[in-house]
Structures are given as structure tokens and as C-alpha cells.
């Protein structure tokens, strides 16, 4: 997960607003539009090679979704703002993945950039693309970076005549599309509060030095996913009190269910936050645990040693007169004395509790 | 007390909204309903094998209460939806235990969420479960996920004649039941002060090594309440300037003071938070200065002995031309310059306040 | 300063809410009646036996001031609310002595819990207690747990017949009440602010081991006292906000001063809490300095004396072809080289500024 | 600068409401009070001897400003008080140096309390004290603790007869006061920049111990400032919203501007608080820093020589049969080997980046 | 880039408000006027000698475009005051380059004051330099400290006669002019945020003394930019909400896209200033590791040799009766208890993980 795509902004200097330029990693590899037309009755779907094949369901009052994947050819987002009248600065915002998730009011449409976070791979690292929506009065337009198919059960629920999905507007479309995107965002939290508790128990017991990097690189995930998190909470919020008819009432009463959700992503975030910096607590404490007992391990023993070993010293000086050299148990005497210190000093050492 | 349940909600992913599954962990073996009926004469009580019996009650003036144990079963949470007209996003709010403490306006209705916690055991561990409330017209339904029997207390009043309980509505009915849950919250408090005060004075006296992993449990499970506390705060205000006729001016009043007894314990958990943080750093510093007096040790026996020793080192060479090895008092000379050095260190060290 | 009172509410698990049972730790013997009925031409003053004895006074036109002392016998609070119509919720308040503080519209009057803190004895450590006041039409009720007589001042102005308070009415009475309470928190923010510049002194200069559970206990009784005034800060403003007609206009303008000292109390706490956190890392700091000073002393010692003493150990080899032992200035040579080599490690260690 | 003058509060416990005493400590000998009258043709200043002396300028339609230095004797107060009508109260603020920055509506004029800090001395040690003023109708009364002239300049504007300040009203004279005093808090200001930067320096080069306490004091000075210059903010934010017709639409322009610099103030505080953090930091670091180059040389000069002692240690016993000893080489291979264990350590150290 | 500026403004004390003294450090050697004048059809552009030669344009119903490189010379300044009649209060502000960004309402224009970042120099340093806009009915009027030409790009957009900006107003100009200030801040965010992660990188795998002093300078940057593009936020969200008819309809719109900028631009720097924080840590943490590996060394090392020598130092003593000595094995048998002593030492090592 790259948390920060400020980088790319800066090919954008000098440019007039508006410019339609690409600003990100290109995910994939061609661009695909998915149109699907429905009605209670009907479901079509098809691939289209432009916007312009898209343009004939445009005025039929059934509904369309039109779905790109695929935002590195600005022509075809440029089409899409024509056929569509889209103003030309949400379509840069389209183009700029590094967007922070917004709302805004087309008058007889809505305009929403949000961030999609799915699992990859088996180590199940978090990748995260842009995704955004265009909610218009019969249809809905979705756009993503990458080809991560995560639509696909919106997609099946939509194929069967009997959901309640066919029933209902745009808007619930919109409603589960964005639902969809936020139910991934628990998958990840899922995988994060795993990573914590595995990097807890490490350092409780046994770490490695590796543990520091993998205790930062998670915090940065963290503090990314927060930032793309909080201004997502406020979109939904003005999604609630927004006073344009596009909304219907019955829909709202989803999107306060997916608030809800929402908000407890933000929590769990938080919580997930302190528990992270919490690691960090933890880490220090047990290096200067583990340093503590090194030097424990070092005073014992030289604590013990050197007095005795001064004693052996002594006995090794060269004097002519030494009285204690000549003596018959001189030798037992300085062994006897020396034993006494150790006993001594393992008393001592006893007491302090460092045994 | 396991602090995070987002993992369970995973299984959901790619479900429609509104899909019935039990999110959490089964924790009683079979479902349990009683259902209380009472008006200011009267007293009934009994299990019920299905919603469908308690049916009945439904359209009697007298107040109705069920009680529903166990929600590992959606097809009783379901036939309670349809026998009282609950909106399925709310069964599975009732059904998905890592809900979020919240208060929703069923427009002739009040659905609540809220979590329990019990001392469980003698290690006074706690326990948290989440507990549903509906309020209707003439009756509650409260639905736990276990079976730890809190509102035993509110049934006793409710059985005898003389209590305030019998003769005000299901309004005061509902308060009484979230009293006693937050009265829970109290003595879960008071472990956790328990725990805050005997960990402060381990720390503080003698720790083992094992003092830290307990205090980041400490902190775990503050952060957890917290999660929970903080919300059911807003809850409870939300009831109080909530507009439908369902609560009545006097229950009001009680409303208030429980609105005063949750205050309370947000209140405390931030304390205790602080104090728990407190904790850490008292950890550390007493590490640290353990670790200073080991030096100290250290560094007195390395400073007093080193230097003789070299002493003793000297008069071991073997040179042939060591006039002072000849003399008579050589050795004694010897022994006195190293007593004379070792009484300048202690008096060194002594002014230093080592010793 | 006992910090928290939450294990004596335990015992109430279970009770319906409003029982009247006393919450906290008896301190005093015997609950105390004292009457006072003034207006601007008399006062007189009284030991009352029971409530019903000061009943007389209630419907005289004269301003009464009922003050109890002591708190645990809950028939005399019973048939005090029963004289003055106060609803049992409020009395289970006044009885439970870790209420926060609060202000109640109680309709015809005006409940307000707040904390008292005196300093006790020569070691000045600081007591607190609960202090409940009720104001009527009136007359003022005023309760504390203990008999630390804080009141005798406003006494002592109410007999003397010149002063403001006997012309103004009860609401002035009960400022001039709280306003004594106030003014008490300065006495012991004194005592703390002094504690921590004792501190400060100690942990720059030369500190002990027992300064860090002092540092710790200073800290609980900041938080201890921040949850105590920040509460009544918002208890003040809404006196100051509050459209009864219980307080006039002349005594709203006191009230904004007793406001003013309020913030002030909260503005010192907020700084003292800031300089005591100070504190521990000038604790962390010192001895952190302290262990490297030890840590300089041991390796002066031990880089000057273990190079010699190989030297030394050397030349005590009993190799027969060691040449230098024959020679006739061998010994000579040898201290000079030891020489030369603590010249330059003394060098070394002031080129590093460790001497 | 003195922190907290709670302290002197305590002086005043048990005393009435509005009690004239001065609390503080006397900063100058006599009371001067100075009159400067004044309209757009006409200048005059005098040294008056009593408040009653100023009387006559009261009812003049020209402007006067009184000068109050020294508050210790209240009986001038009092006169004041008496002569322009001021409540008691306000007195009182006036004479309590703890007070706290504040704006009061007296309904014909306006009270206003702040701090001023003055530089003194040559190394610049900054003094705090409090001023009060009181705008009317046609007057300015300002009163300050001292005799430190900070209005000279104020006072040489209006002596001369073209500018700005003559032609105005008492507002635009207040206005000009209050922005001397704002003015002065940018030098301390950048005092204390500069002192931070110093030490800063000190911590990153080379340091003593004496730095601690140095940043210990200047972290007070700061949450002091902070204290008294937060509320000074919502002093001048009333003042641009209060109705009374005191305050000029011309002079509100410029209060605007002195608004502006007080926020600049606080900001410049936030970031100088940040930066005092950010400098206990760096202490902690460079400490451990160090205490790690001198466990290193004490590691590098022990892991060297302790072997090799050890090995001369060997050749030091006097068994009977070693056949090394007798070998004619025996002396140079010891040496050689000790050589070699020599190269071998530094290379060690060499690899660990040590050296 | 210099963190504050507050030091130059003490040159202003006792000066009246409004005197036009540049404060700040001269940027650029003489004041350069380029006056560019346009509507649809025409644009025209030349370099003017003062600020009278501009006043030709003011009645012009075209639109103009002052620029000011170099704020050195106030006559300058004063003279633009007074051909558009600007209060010298906010002439004030433009000399001042201490001045926090803001926005007044002027009447019939607007005053902006914001700051520039650019970045200079090949190790890509950031400079600061303050630029006011005047924006009135039918004119633009920038100002910039030195003569870094950021506004290159905006008058050849003006030159070409099809871009939209020649058809709208002064305020789209306006408009551009701040958003190409606004776009450099993200390339100075991009060179931080390179910054933080070379530091990161240095600071887990190997780091130098020198990289505390770069992670401190990091963080005062993010502190000054954080306390300029804070209150620029609240500027431009003013642009919005202002209602004079200065703004228009389209414009509002590209302001609001502005806003967007501005607050990811905050966004970022706050999680900058965490990522900053988050070094400091790792930095403690991993002097705290590379202790611990020192000390271990040096425990191994010591507790390996300090015994063994004793050993050798026990036969090294010269009492005439050591059975020992005299032992034909006695030699051979030390050496086999000193190899089994350092057989049991390593393995204790290998247990404990230190090696």
C-alpha cells in the first residue's frame, strides 16, 4: 500500500485547472467499459469499446451502469464528461488518484471519489485504488484505477430476477456499489488486527530485531487508511443530508446502515491506532527489559570474579618477603577466603533479587 | 474479554444488506424465550417455545416482555421481525454482535443497542455481550447473546406488587433494564480499579517480568469499554430529546439519571486510561533505575578492584632488576598504597551518593 | 485523597433506582443539625434534633439555612425530602458520595452537588467531601459527609448585622456558600503547586528513589481534582444561564465572579497536570544522565587500568627467553610505557569532554 | 517571571466577596498617578496626589487618561472605585495580580484586565505584570502593578499635535494602550526564539548538564505566556462583538488589526511550545547517544585486552611442567598470537561500523 | 527556510499602527512593476517605473495586473495606497512578512495575504516568501517578496488568446494566481515527503550521527508550513462564504476545487508531522538496540575471560605448597577445566539468544 501519491501532483505544476491528465500508476493494462441496463423485468449487460457506445441507453428510462476500469486513456474520460456533461474539474478529479474522498453536488447529479482497499496475494497485503461514482437521474457511472473485480457480487445480485436490487433506482445501486466498497474496508481491518496481535506477541515474548520496521510500516498503513477513512464518514453524512431528489427516501434508510459501518471502521481505526502506538510502548519497555538482564548477567559475574581474582594476584607478586607464601596452608587459607566472597557476593546478590 | 470482532464480519462479504447470519460467537446452547406480561394487578410469566406464542400479547393493554436468550438462531430472530414489523437491517443489527452501541427511531418504535459486561468467574474476568432493546406501544423485547441472567433483579420487582415498576409503562420498563446493565458497568469499573491499584504497586515496590503484558491487557480492554461507554453516552441522550410519545415525562426523569450514572463511568474509564498510560511509564522508569543501581554495583566493585589488581600485576613481573621486590617492607608498603586507594574510592563514591 | 469512589456504588447492584442508601465511608459520629433563620434585622441560630424541628421555619417569610453534617443516616435525608417535597432520585445524590458534580432544576428550587476540598493536618494532605445544596424560595439546605466546618466565615458575617448578606436573599446565601467552597480549592492548589516545585528541586538536583511515587501520587490527585472542577465549571454556567426566578439579578453578578475563580481553579489544574507530566521526564532525564555519568566512571577506570594490567600480566610470564626481564632498565621501561599510556587515554577522554 | 500567584490567594480565605486587599507582591515604592488631558487642540499632563485630584477633568468634554502605577495601597483604589462609580467586584480584580486576562460589560464603560511582560535587565529576564483598564465616555483609567514606563511612547504621540491619536476618541487611546502592551509580548517573544535556539544548539553540539533545568524553566515561561495570552484572544474577540457604543467603527478597524496580532502571538507560542518538546527530545537522544560511544569505547577496550590479559595470565602459572615455556620461540609466538587476536577484534568492530 | 520571523517585528516597538516599515530580510535587489492589461480581444504587458505610471488603467473598463517584485521600498507601497485607495493598515501587513495568511474584506476589494514555498537550489531547499493580492472590481494587485517568477505560467495562459482565463474576470485571475501558489506547495510536500522516507530508511538500517538534527530541522519546517497553510484554509474557505460581488458563480466554483487542494495539502502535512514524530521513535528504539548489541558483546566477551583468567591467576600465585604445580597433568587439566568452562558459557549464551 503506497500512502502517499503527492508525488505524481507535482507533473501538474504550470498546468491550467482542468487539464486532463492521468496522475498515478497505471493498474491495468487496457481500459474496459461494462455497461449493464436494467429494469425490473430485464438485465443486459455488455462490453463497450467507448463511451459513444454507451451513449443510446443514456435517455431510456431503464437503468444503466456503465463501469470503467482503467483510467490512463484521458480521452475516454473526456467522451464520458461530453456525453454526460460532466464539468471538466471533476473529471480531473477522476484522473487524480491521489483525491481525498469527497462529495459534490452536480445539480442534477452527484459526485463521488472515494478509496477501495482489497487484499492481494497470500502474504494479503492491502492495495488501494480510487474508485469513483456518478450518480445521475437514471444511471449510475463507477470508475476504478485497477481490474480488481469487486463489483462482482453487485453484478450477480443484479442477474437475478428476484433481489431487491432491480426494484429499486440508481441511487441503491449506488448504495451497494459504495456498500460493497466499505464492507472490503473490514476484510482489511480484519488483516490488520491479525498483523497486531501477531506483533504483540512477539515482542511479549520473543522478538526480533525486524519487529520495529514491521511495527512502523503497519502504522503507516494505518495512519493511510485513517486519512482516506474520516473524509469518507463525511461523505456518507452529506449523502444523509442531502436535499436533492436523486436520494429516495427508502435508499437513505440504507446509506444510515451504511454510515453506521462506516463509523465503525473509523472507530476501529482509532483503536487500532493506539494499539499500534501501544507496540511501540511495548517494544521499548522489553529492549530495556532485555538490556537489564545482559547487565545483571555481566555484574554477577564480575562482580564475583575480580575480587577473587585481585586475591589470586596478590599471591602471584614476586616480594622476597611474603610470610603467607611460606606458610602450610597458605594455599588452602587463600582458596578458603575466596570461596567465602562468592558465598558472600551470591548473598548479596539473593537479596537484591537479581538470582 | 475479546476486544475486536470485525474478524466474524468478514463471512459477510459479497451478502446482499439485510442478509440474516449471526455474526459472533454462539455462547448459550439453545435459544430461550420468557415473556412477561403485567399491568398493576396482575403478573405473568412464562417460557415461550416460539415468537408465534407470544403473540398473543401483542394486542392485549397490558405490558408485554420478552425476553430472548441466545441469538444463534436467525429463524426465531426473523419470525420476531415479521410478528412485530422490524425492518430487517435492524434483525441484523441484533444479529451482528460487533454492532456499535446505537439508538435508531422506528417511527412506533425504539430499537437499542448496547453492550453487557459481567464479572464472570472467580479471576473476575470480564465478560461482554451485546443486548438488544425494542420498545413498543405496549411491550419490550430485549435479546442477549448468552445466558448470564442480569435482569433476575428487575423480574423480582417486577413480581411483587408493590413496586413503583408494575404501574409505569414499558417506557420505564426499558429503563429499568438499562440501568441494570449499566449498573454492571460499575462493578466492572471497580475490578479494573482493583487491578490499576495492585499493578501500580507492583510496579512501584518489586515487578516481575510478567507485570507488562498484564498492563497492556489493562490498557486493552479500557480502550474496549471505551469503544462501548462513549456511544451508549450519546444513545442515552438521544433518548432523551428523542420526540416520539414513547417515553414519558417521568420515565424522562430516570432517563437523566442514568444519562448522569453513564457520565460517570466515561468519566472514570478516561482516568483510568490515564492512569493506565501512568502505569507505563512508571514501568520504565522503574526499569531504568533498576538498571542504574546494577551499574552502580558494577561499578564500584570494577572501580575498587581494577586499579589493585594492576598493583598485584606489577610486583608479578619477573624482571630481574625490581629493586622494591627486595626490600623488607616492600609487601606491607604494597598492601598499604591498596588499602589507601581503596578508601579513596569509597570516599569518592561516597560523595557522589553512590553508597 | 481517596481517588474514586466507584466500589462503594457495587453495593447497590440490583436496588431499584431512588434507594436511599448512603455510598462512601462514614465521617463523622453523629449527623448534625444547625438552623439559621435570618432576615435583615435578626438572626438567630439553633441545634436542631430532627428535620421535623426546623419544619417551623418553612413557611415563615424569613430566609432559613439548614446545615447538615454528616451523611449516613438516610431517615433524616428521607424526611428531609418529604418536608421539602425533593424527589427521592435527588436524595439518592446526596447520598452517594462519588456523584459528580451537578446542577438540577428541581422546579421550585435548585439542586447542585459539588466537591469540598480541605487540607488536613501538619503533612497538609488534602480531604475531600461531597457537598449538596438545596435552594428554595427561602430558604438553603446545605449537606457535607464530614464536620470539617468550612462554613463558620459566612456565620460569622451572617450574625454581625452590617454586612451585605443578611439584606440579600437565599441565592446570595448560597453563593456566599459555594464562593467558601471555592475559595478552599485555592488553598490546596497552593499546597500541590508547592509539592511540585518541591519536586521540580529534587529531581533536578538530587533525588531519591521515593520521588517517582510521589511524582505519581501528585498526578492521581490532579486528576482527581480536574474531574472535580471541570464539572462544576458547567454546574456555575448554568446557574449563570438558568431563567428561574430563584436567582436575582444582583447575585447573578457574584455568580460571574465565582465563575471567574472556577476557570481559574481549572487553568491553574490544567497547568499543574502539564508541569507534573514535566515532571517523570525530568525524572526519566536525570537518570538517564546519572546512569551515564556511572557509565563514564567505570570506563575511565577500566580503559586506563586494563591495558596496563595487560602489560603488567605480560611481563609475570614465565617464559625462560623473555630478554626485556634481563635487562638492566626493564623494569624502568615498563613503567614508562604504562605512563605514556595513561597520558594519552586521559588525553583522549578530555579531547571527548568526559573529564 | 513567577508562574502561578495562587499562592497569595490563599490570604484572602474567609474573607467577603469584593474584600479591597492587595494580593501580590509590591513592585514599586509610592503610587504615582499621572493625568493627561487632552482634545484635538489642547495637551496636558500632571502628577496628581489623589484620585479626588482628578475629579474635575471627570465632566470636562475633553479626554482624560488617568495612570495608576502601583496597586499596594487600597484606599486609592477604593477612591476610584468611589469617584467613577465601579463596582466593588471589579476593585477587587484590580487589586488580585493572580487575575486572570478578562473583559467586562460595566454598562457606561468597559473593564479590561490583561498581563503585560516586560524584558529587564541585561539578560533579558522577562517581568510580568498586570494592567487593568477602564474605558468611559471621556476617559481612560489605566493601573498597573510597577513604575515600568511602557506607555512613554503612547504619551509622546499624544504630547504632539498631528497625529492620529489626539483627534480620536478614548476607544482609539485604549486601542493604542492595549497595542503597546501586544507589541511588548513580541519581544519576549523573541527572546525566547532566541533562547530556543541556543539551546537547540547546545543539545545537537555539545552539552551540559545544566541544560536540563534551562529547558525545564523555559517550558514554564511558556505555558505561562500561554496562560495569560489565550485569554487575552477572547478578551479582544468581545471587544470587536460588543454592542455598547463605547468602541468606535473606526477604532474597531484597529482592533481587528491588534486581534490579528494577538493570534500571531498564540500561534508563535503554540510552535515555540512545540519546539521546548521537541527539545527534551533531543536531550533524551544525545543522551543516549552518548551513553552509547562510551559503552562502545568501554566494549572495544575490554574485548581487546581482556583476552589477551588472559592469555598472559596463562604463561603466568607456575606449573611445574609447561612445556611453551621452555621453548625458545615460546615469548614471540605468544606475542604473535596476542597480535593476532588484536587484528581480528578490530576487524569485528570495523564491520560493525564501530570504529 | 527561517521558521519565524518574529524577531524583526521588535524593530517596530513604540511605533504608531500603520507605519510603513518593511520588516523581513530583502529578497531582491531592486522593486520590479509588470503591468499586464487584457479582456478577450487584447493583452498587453510592459514593466512600469512606478506605481503612478500604472494608474492609467485603474478607470480602464479592461482588466489589470499589477505585479510587485520586492517589498524594500514602502514609498512604493504607499503610493499604491493611495492611487487605490488602500488602508495603510493593511500596507502594513503587505511590508510585514511575519503576517499570517488572511483575507479582509475591503469594501469594494479584497486583501489576501498568503505565503509562497518554492523550492530552490539543486538539494532542493524550500524558500518562503510572502505574497498579498489586492483584488478589486477590475484590477489584481500581487506582491512578492523577492523575484522568483511563479507566475510565468499564469501570463502566458493570458498571452494566448484561447484559454479561458482572458474571458473571465479578475477574480478567475485571482484565482489562478493562488492556485499556482497552492500547486508549489504540493512539490515542496513531495521533497518532504522523499525527505522522511531517506530518513526512515537511514534510520532502520544504518544510521549516523548526523540524522537527529535532519529529522529536527524536518520538523520545524512541518511546523512553519503546517502555521501557514492552516489559516490559509480558513481563507479560502472565507473566499467562499464571502458576499460581496467580487466573486463570481464560476469562479466560487474553481475556488472550491482550490479549498480541495488546500485541505489535502493539510491532510498531508499532518500525517507528515506523525510520520516525523514516528522517527523520533524509531531513533530512540534503534540506539536502544544497537546498546543492547554493544552490551552484549561486551557481556560475552567479559564473562567468557574473567573466569578462566582467575583460574590462570590462582596457578600464577607463588605459595611454596601447590600440590597442583607440581602434578605431571596439572597444566593440561587447567586448560581442559577453562575449555569446559567456555563450553558451558557459550551454551548458556546460545539459551539465552544472545548469540
Redesign the interface.
Known amino acids: 500500500m503506497k ?2 501519491n ?2 505524481d ?2 507533473e ?6 482542468g487539464s486532463l491528465i492521468f496522475v498515478g500508476e497505471q493498474k491495468t493494462d487496457s481500459v474496459v467499459l461494462t455497461v449493464s441496463n436494467y429494469d425490473p423485468d430485464r438485465f443486459e449487460e455488455k462490453q463497450a469499446a467507448s463511451i459513444e457506445d454507451c451513449l443510446a441507453y443514456r435517455d431510456l428510462p431503464s437503468i444503466t451502469w456503465i463501469h470503467v476500469c482503467g483510467l490512463h486513456r484521458p480521452d475516454i474520460i473526456e467522451s464520458l464528461g461530453k456525453s454526460y456533461g460532466i ?1 471538466h ?1 471533476f473529471l480531473e ?1 477522476i484522473l487524480n488518484t ?1 483525491q ?1 474522498p ?1 462529495m459534490e453536488d452536480l445539480g442534477e447529479g452527484l459526485f463521488i471519489v472515494m478509496k477501495s482497499f482489497t487484499l492481494s496475494g497470500d502474504d494479503e497485503t492491502t492495495a488501494a485504488e480510487q474508485i469513483s461514482f456518478i450518480l445521475g437521474k437514471n444511471y449510475v457511472i463507477s470508475l476504478q484505477e485497477g481490474n480488481a473485480d469487486i463489483f462482482e ?1 453487485v453484478r450477480t ?1 443484479l442477474r437475478s430476477a428476484h ?3 432491480r426494484s429499486l433506482g440508481p441511487d441503491y445501486l449506488l448504495y ?1 456499489l459504495m ?2 466498497v466499505v ?2 474496508y ?2 482489511v ?2 488483516v490488520l ?2 498483523r497486531i496481535e501477531v506483533l ?1 506477541d512477539e515482542l ?1 515474548t ?1 522478538h526480533a ?1 525486524e519487529t ?2 514491521r511495527v ?1 510500516r503497519l ?2 498503513e494505518l ?2 487508511l485513517k ?1 482516506m477513512a474520516w473524509p469518507l464518514r463525511e461523505v456518507i453524512n452529506a449523502m444523509l443530508r442531502i436535499e436533492t431528489g436523486l436520494i429516495q427516501q427508502t435508499t437513505q ?2 446509506i444510515r ?1 451504511l454510515y ?1 459501518h462506516i ?2 471502521v473509523v ?2 481505526l482509532e ?1 487500532y491506532r ?2 499500534a502506538s ?1 507496540l ?13 538482564e ?6 554477577i ?3 564475583i ?6 586475591i ?11 610470610p ?8 588452602a587459607m ?1 582458596w578458603g577466603v575466596m570461596i567465602a566472597m562468592i558465598i558472600t557476593m551470591l548473598g548479596y546478590f539473593r537479596k537484591k ?2 538470582l
Open positions: 500512502s502517499d503527492v508525488h501532483r507535482s501538474k505544476l504550470g498546468l491550467p485547472p464539468h474539474l478529479d491521489s481525498r469527497k457480487p445480485r433481489g431487491r436490487i451497494a456498500d460493497t464492507d472490503h473490514f476484510s481491518l480484519e488486527g491479525e504483540e511479549l520473543d530485531r520495529l520496521p512502523h502504522r503507516r495512519l493511510f486519512k434508510f440504507y446502515d453506521d463509523i465503525q472507530d476501529t483503536n493506539e494499539l501501544g511501540l510502548e511495548i517494544y521499548l519497555s522489553s529492549v530495556s527489559n532485555r538490556m537489564n545482559v547487565m545483571k548477567v555481566l555484574t559475574i564480575a562482580t570474579f575480580i575480587p577473587i581474582t585481585f589470586a594476584g596478590v599471591y602471584g607478586m614476586n616480594f622476597e618477603f611474603m603467607e607464601l611460606k606458610w602450610r596452608w597458605g594455599y587463600v533479587k537479581w
